[in-house]
């Protein structure tokens, strides 16, 4: 079946733009996760929704940030403003419910280039 | 300190090799224990679980002592094609907290 999909696959914006980044998690997935992966970083965790809510936005960088899911489906995360500090791949993964014994699926990641 | 910690590596051993990763977390509550693997420029992949009876996958042995908070990684009979990023994750509310990961690369 289709894994998890993301677009764009790359996105290359200025310096104090606004992007927006877009998962499609596997069908019937409820939980749905961001995750952002950065030179010297490693991989970050910012954000879950269970259903259309989100329980931890707690690895959300700063208030530019924000993320929505509808339908229980599609999830789009928001940048606002950007910075090159935000330059980094951006990662969703979904998983049958949110319980850890649960395998995370990841997509191909949207690469981010702020220049 | 970082939660869940590694040793970066690079790890370079011949075909045939015995390789094992060691990686420690810090939060006492974490629930859930995986290896993930991670091929260049690609996403991540659940290579294993890891249950404190420790659990064997072929080749691929995890172990996890939640006394010492511990979780470690052995690869036997190394294949070229073994050669990736391996992330120790643990999590503990669904949410994956990864190590920086341990670059392995295998030679012929």
């Known amino acids: 079946g289709a894994g998890v999909s993301q677009s764009p696959s790359n996105k290359v914006t200025e310096k104090g733009k606004d992007v927006e980044l877009r998962c499609d998690p596997i069908?019937?997935?409820?939980?749905l996760y961001w995750y952002r992966q950065s030179l010297g970083q490693g991989l970050e965790f910012l954000i879950y929704?269970?259903?259309?809510?989100?329980?931890?936005k707690s690895g959300l960088p700063s208030d530019r940030f924000s993320a929505e899911r509808t339908g229980g489906s599609v999830s789009t995360l928001t940048i606002q403003r950007t910075q090159q500090e935000d330059s980094a791949v951006y990662l969703c993964a979904s998983s049958l419910a949110t319980s850890g014994r649960y395998e995370q699926y990841f997509g191909p990641g949207t690469r981010l280039t702020v220049t | 300190r970082k939660e869940v910690e590694q040793d970066p590596g690079p790890f370079n051993v011949p075909e045939g090799a015995t390789v094992a990763f060691n990686c420690t977390y810090s939060n006492s509550a974490s629930q859930s224990f995986f290896w993930y693997r991670q091929d260049c420029r690609k996403e991540p992949k659940l290579l294993m679980s890891?249950?404190?009876s420790g659990n064997e996958d072929g080749r691929f042995t995890a172990q996890l002592n939640r006394a010492s908070q511990y979780i470690s990684l052995l690869i036997r009979d190394s294949k070229l094609s073994d050669s990736a990023t391996y992330l120790c994750?643990?999590?503990?509310?669904?949410?994956?907290?990864f190590g920086q990961g341990t670059t392995l690369q295998v030679k012929p």
């Open positions: 890891v249950y404190s």
């Open positions: 069908s019937g997935h409820t939980a």
């Open positions: 929704f269970q259903g259309n809510s989100a329980p931890d």
């Open positions: 994750v643990v999590s503990n509310t669904g949410k994956l907290i």
